[in-house]
T-cell receptor, first 112, second 116 residues
Framework: KAGVTQTPRYLIKTRGQQVTLSCSPI?????VSWYQQTPGQGLQFLFE???????NKGNFPGRFSGRQFSNSRSEMNVSTLELGDSALYLC???????????FGPGTRLTVT | AQTVTQSQPEMSVQEAETVTLSCTYD???????LFWYKQPPSRQMILVIR??????QNATENRFSVNFQKAAKSFSLKISDSQLGDAAMYFC?????????????FGKGTKLSVKP
């Protein structure tokens, strides 16, 4: 089985712009979670989607949003980018049972 | 709220020797999962090992094993016969059991160096 894929791998944006990141889960996995990783804050949960519904959300401002499509692929969007949004954004998918989440390679977002 | 603490920011081990990484957690739940993830410098997060809280037997995956002490809320990772490829950040993580499992709660990580 192919692993979790994320596109793009690297992104440079300017403050005030918006960005969309994409994640394709492992085939058959219906749950997709997003995490932000920074040196200062570590790994922080953004949101989780299951069957096109957001069922869990972390403590991030409304500028961070996401969605999931019928094929389980997910996108996250960050509007009005701030310098502090520079981070590695990780997507993880999980199947039924087991609990373990499998991570993609991440998207490195740099905001200048 | 659940928390995960890794008290060793950095550890070092000689190749072929054994090293133990510590993790403690806090929860009021009785059923949950615990994981160790490895993140090499290339940044891909890899699942190393998992433990279900209801299982008393410690999980083992080849050279990796855990010491799960539920009453003490401790979950350490032992790496035997350390190899250069084991050098990475190691994250301990907690996941609620069942239903909308939601998010992994991570510790701050331990950076493991392996000396040849």
């Amino acid at each position: 089985k192919a692993g979790v894929t994320q596109t793009p791998r690297y992104l440079i944006k300017t403050r005030g712009q918006q960005v969309t990141l994409s994640c394709s889960p492992i085939s058959g996995h219906r749950s997709v979670s997003w995490y932000q990783q920074t040196p200062g804050q570590g790994l922080q949960f953004l949101f989780e989607y299951f069957s096109e519904t957001q069922r869990n959300k972390g403590n991030f401002p409304g500028r961070f949003s996401g969605r999931q499509f019928s094929n389980s692929r997910s996108e996250m969007n960050v509007s009005t980018l701030e310098l502090g949004d520079s981070a590695l954004y990780l997507c993880a998918s999980s199947g039924q049972g087991g609990g373990e989440q499998y991570f993609g390679p991440g998207t490195r977002l740099t905001v200048t | 709220a659940q928390t995960v603490t890794q008290s060793q920011p950095e550890m070092s081990v000689q190749e072929a020797e054994t090293v133990t990484l510590s993790c403690t957690y806090d929860t009021s739940e009785s059923d949950y999962y615990l994981f160790w993830y490895k993140q090499p410098p290339s940044r891909q997060m890899i699942l190393v090992i998992r433990q279900e809280a209801y299982k008393q037997q410690n999980a083992t995956e080849n050279r990796f094993s855990v010491n799960f002490q539920k009453a003490a809320k401790s979950f350490s990772l032992k790496i035997s016969d350390s190899q250069l490829g084991d050098a990475a950040m190691y994250f301990c993580a907690y996941l609620r059991y069942g239903g909308s499992q939601g998010n992994l709660i991570f510790g701050k990580g331990t950076k493991l160096s392996v000396k040849p």
